[in-house]
């Protein structure tokens, strides 16, 4: 955010004086100057969403690998930009669509894609919390402050902020590309200048129909995010908060109940699972396993070496720009009281 507090972090991090930089600028010009075995291998990006792009964009101009947040951009135009120089450039761009690295999700895939439920029907993905149920931003709260501030959060709130990570679950889990919606969007908390409250209708390629929820508004919710698949032959349930479970459901309406760490499950599965069974694995390794697959594939086309099964599974920059159509397509509708379907 300044020089200052670059050195200050710098020096409680205990980084060598001349690799603490008074901008990001800076630092992409100096950190290429270096020799390839010295300088940075990629940069992760962490700031609020405003600054993806501009920062984004001077580290791939310099040379460097990429990690940044979700939503990608505060734009479709931005976002497609950056795919457009990742391609151009041949580097590594990854988004922090974190919950794609659960060893359960991981499953939910793999039985998806084996045909476990057979055809997909129907979707309902729902992401709730109560945070924002106050107007905790004029309270000066930190996280509250810019994320309702569309100057640097952009042009949404709970679709930005989370309805994207559900959206690109679905997509992830299921394999099917949403074609059209119809999205509801509000503000129900006085004062707030950006929505805290979305329901999406979707329709996606081959005829599966869809709901998606996104609040910030639901009073007594932590971190509901709950993802329900459901196909001609049976279905698939997966929550955030019973995260190493997977629900699978017959069409006779009998349940299975699977564990992360557990034997049966899909090798994708096994090669993200960190911790022996009975031991939750928790958020922060949902990230590890995005960071980690990001580095092993560094790793591999640096040295030239076979890819490890399983590990070039990381949300990319495609992706990331898939969830900034997302956002921008639902506030057009939900402005305009129409579907739309021109290229989600």
Not at 47 to 73: E, Q, R, S, W, Y
Not at 228 to 252: D, F, M, P
Not at 301 to 324: L, N, S
Request: net charge negative; charged share 25%; glycine share 10%.
């Amino acid at each position: 955010a300044s020089p200052d507090k670059s050195r200050t972090t710098g020096i409680e991090l205990g980084l060598a004086d001349g690799r603490v930089y008074a901008s990001y600028e800076d630092m992409a010009r100096e950190e290429a100057k270096l020799p390839a075995d010295e300088r940075i291998e990629v940069v992760s990006i962490v700031t609020p969403n405003h600054l993806h792009f501009p920062v984004a964009k001077v580290f791939l101009d310099a040379g460097f690998d990429v990690i940044c947040d979700k939503p990608l951009t505060t734009t479709a135009t931005d976002a497609d930009e950056l795919v457009r120089l990742t391609q151009e450039s041949g580097r590594i761009f990854a988004v922090t669509y974190n919950y794609t690295g659960y060893p359960m999700v991981k499953e939910a895939r793999e039985r998806i894609m084996s045909g476990a439920v057979g055809t997909v029907r129907k979707v309902v993905v729902e992401y709730s919390q109560g945070w924002l149920s106050t107007l905790l931003e004029a309270e000066g709260q930190k996280q509250a402050e810019w994320r309702a501030d569309p100057a640097r959060a952009g042009q949404s709130s709970a679709l930005g902020d989370i309805g994207s990570h559900a959206a690109n679950l679905v997509e992830y889990v299921t394999g099917l590309r949403a074609v059209e919606m119809f999205a509801d969007m509000g503000t129900l908390v006085e004062g707030r200048k950006l929505e805290d409250d979305a329901v999406v209708i979707l329709r996606f390629q081959g005829g599966a129909r869809g709901v998606l929820l996104a609040s910030q508004v639901s009073t007594g919710e932590r971190n509901q995010l709950r993802l329900s698949v459901y196909g001609t032959e049976g279905g698939i349930e997966w929550s955030h908060e019973a995260a190493n479970s997977l629900r699978l459901k017959s069409a006779g309406g009998a349940e299975t109940v699977l564990h992360s760490g557990v034997e049966g499950l899909s090798e994708r599965a096994e090669a993200h699972t960190r911790l022996p069974a009975g031991h939750p694995e928790g958020f922060i390794e949902s990230f590890a396993n995005v960071y980690r697959n990001v580095a092993r594939t560094i790793r591999t086309r640096a040295d030239g070496t076979e890819a490890v099964p399983f590990m070039e599974d990381y949300p990319t920059v495609e992706d990331g720009a898939r969830g900034v159509h997302f956002i921008e397509q639902a506030v057009e509708s939900a402005r305009e009281g129409r579907w739309i379907g021109d290229g989600i």
